[in-house]
């Protein structure tokens, strides 16, 4: 029988929300393994020597230590697409593949420094350290930052339902990822400002392969976070 993959990190990360996500759309079994990235442990550090999350191990390959492992979600989601090869989720088309290769990173960089660094941190790892959150950086976040990221997925869009092709692909997901983490704390972007974006986010959100870290995101905030915040 075929061991399960580990997925070391967090519901939480948004990067392991699209490894989480690409794994189900393959089809692929696995199991998560919590690590506290406020105190990550020394093994994970011989994982990950950047001292990210997620990291997938195969165990196929090795059963510990660092082999047998893969960091980084865009690293992970590239061996997984070679290795499960149904749905396609990076393009054949080589323009279209790269379009998406980029979107991907805006996701992961740009969306990432915004909404994580600026937004989801200074609030939930200070409820988490049992701190008021900082909402004043929360907001600047949420009026400033934000949305000129979003401006741009909006023209990207231009009113289709997918951002490369007409199936899901790791722009999709990688985008979708981050607007789920600010919408954690604090909602959706404005559906007036962003109607199309919105509407490719409420589409994702709700899709099957979101389902699994949505309910586990939710069961470990729901004490926390009783309700969003507003940040308008």
């Keep these: 029988m ?13 990067f392991q929300r699209k490894v989480e996500a690409v794994l189900a759309l393959k089809g692929v079994d696995y199991e998560c393994e919590a690590v506290n990235v406020m105190g990550m442990p020394d093994w994970y550090k011989e994982i990950s020597p950047l001292g990210r999350i997620p990291s997938l191990r195969d165990p196929s390959i090795a059963a510990e230590g660092s082999e047998g492992t893969i960091t980084d979600s865009s690293a992970i989601c590239g061996y997984l697409e070679r290795k499960y090869a149904d749905p396609i989720l ?20 740009g969306m ?3 909404g994580g660094m600026h937004l989801f941190r200074p609030i939930l790892f ?14 600047k976040t949420w009026s400033e930052k934000l949305p000129p990221l979003w401006d741009y997925l909006e023209k990207y869009l231009d009113g289709r339902s997918h951002f ?4 899901i692909t790791i722009a999709d997901i990688s985008i979708a990822c981050q607007i789920f983490q600010t919408d954690l704390l604090a909602g959706e ?4 400002n962003w109607p199309a974006l919105v509407a490719h ?14 309910t ?3 069961k470990m905030l729901i004490k926390v976070v009783p309700e969003k915040f507003d940040l308008s």
């Design 112 to 114: 990432a420094m915004a």
């Design 216 to 218: 586990a995101c939710e």
């Design 201 to 214: 986010y409420q589409m994702m959100k709700e899709h099957d392969c979101f389902a699994r870290n949505r």
């Design 90 to 109: 990076y393009p054949e088309d080589p323009f279209d593949c790269g379009r998406a290769l980029w979107l991907e990173e805006y996701a992961d960089t």
């Design 164 to 167: 490369v092709g007409d199936a």
């Design 126 to 139: 200070n409820l988490f350290q049992g701190k008021d959150p900082d909402l004043d950086t929360a907001r």
């Design 189 to 192: 972007p404005d559906k007036s």
């Design 2 to 14: 075929t061991q399960p993959y580990i997925l070391y990190g967090s519901p939480l990360s948004p």
